[in-house]
Each structure stands twice: as structure tokens, then as C-alpha cells.
């Protein structure tokens, strides 16, 4: 196993992130902000290109980057958007939804 430091100026206190053998890891935090902090900078480490593909695969941007042939992919998801309420639409989860997902943000960013 190689051990490595990262210092992020986020985190509140020390975080662990260990990979196991078969490649999942294992995160110890001292709280759940710095957890989902974590979470976020390990997924945006591993897999940044996968995860803004499917940003832009959301927000119907495909063909910009992979030509003619996704137009109607991004006109259909385009129409797919959320315009919505926010606010209204975080209080069916959790009260502490948004807060995790904003350090899972803060992590990937």
C-alpha cells in the first residue's frame, strides 16, 4: 500500500481515505461534513471525466464536445431540466441533505 498526504483547506480535521485490495475505499472522518468532503475529492480524483460527462449529459451539452449526432440527445434532456422550486423541493429529504451534498460539492470542486 502507498501512503499519501493531501492537504485540503476545507476540512475541519484529519481525514483517512484507505483503498482496500479490490480498490474500494474506506473514509474516517471526525465528522460528517469533512466525510462528504472526502467523498466528493476522492470520487472528482477518480473519476472526473465520467463525472462531467454526465454533468453534460444532464444539461444536454453532449454535442459541443462530441459533434451533430447528440442534438437530439441534448434537446431531450434539455426538456428534462428542473425548474422548479428548489427550496421546496430539498425539504422532502433529509434536514441534512443539502449540507452533504454541498461538501460532496465543495469535495469534487
Given at each position: 500500500?502507498?501512503?499519501?498526504?493531501?492537504?485540503?483547506?476545507?476540512?475541519?480535521?484529519?481525514?483517512?481515505?484507505?483503498?482496500?485490495?479490490?480498490?474500494?475505499?474506506?473514509?474516517?472522518?471526525?465528522?460528517?461534513?469533512?466525510?462528504?468532503?472526502?467523498?466528493?475529492?476522492?470520487?472528482?480524483?477518480?473519476?472526473?471525466?465520467?463525472?462531467?460527462?454526465?454533468?453534460?449529459?444532464?444539461?444536454?451539452?453532449?454535442?459541443?464536445?462530441?459533434?451533430?449526432?447528440?442534438?437530439?440527445?441534448?434537446?431531450?434532456?434539455?426538456?428534462?431540466?428542473?425548474?422548479?422550486?428548489?427550496?421546496?423541493?430539498?425539504?422532502?429529504?433529509?434536514?441534512?441533505?443539502?449540507?452533504?451534498?454541498?461538501?460532496?460539492?465543495?469535495g469534487l470542486n
Amino acid at each position: 500500500m502507498t501512503a499519501e498526504t493531501i492537504a485540503l483547506d476545507d476540512l475541519a480535521a484529519a481525514v483517512e481515505i484507505v483503498i482496500d485490495r479490490w480498490g474500494i475505499p474506506h473514509i474516517r472522518a471526525a465528522n460528517l461534513r469533512d466525510l462528504f468532503l472526502a467523498q466528493g475529492f476522492h470520487a472528482a480524483r477518480d473519476r472526473l471525466w465520467q463525472l462531467d460527462l454526465w454533468r453534460k449529459r444532464g444539461l444536454g451539452l453532449l454535442a459541443a464536445d462530441f459533434g451533430p449526432g447528440f442534438l437530439a440527445q441534448d434537446r431531450a434532456s434539455r426538456q428534462f431540466l428542473y425548474r422548479g422550486d428548489i427550496d421546496a423541493a430539498w425539504k422532502v429529504y433529509a434536514d441534512d441533505a443539502r449540507d452533504i451534498a454541498a461538501a460532496f460539492v465543495a469535495g469534487l470542486n
